[in-house]
């Protein structure tokens, strides 16, 4: 498989970033609808595979839930029917279960870990049609 830096590679990052920013800014019907109709997305051993499943377990989010997902490393591959994007993942959060106004406690990265996604072309853009995240390769101590 060759690297790829096109315009198709870069739009395909930038659909995975805008995934997470979607997630960290509760946006679930924008985030569902980078997905594919037959994508899947593999969360927290559950592997969801409709646009409303996500939405439903996303909904389920602690509301006093601070979080940003962090994604650095990106490379894209061209692959049979699409393009795969590979990156490291970093995860900040803070969930004191109260709502907070400002800034919230920041106590470090609480894991870091690879995520995969494969995109493939559509009429509507580049959409993802399967998301997985591997186990973390680090996970902070104390949070």
Partial sequence: MKFESDAGAAAAKNILVQFFRYLDERRYSQLADLMTDDGSWE???????????????????SHTLHIHHLLTNLFSEIVNDGITVT???LVVRHDSGKQI???????GVANIRTTRARLRHTPDGWRIYHLASDAPSFSAVDQ
């Fill in 101 to 107: 106004t400002g800034s919230a406690p920041l106590n």
């Fill in 43 to 61: 969360r927290q051993g559950r592997n969801l595979t409709s646009k409303n499943e996500i939405i439903e377990a996303l909904e389920k989010r």
């Fill in 87 to 89: 990156c490291y993942m």
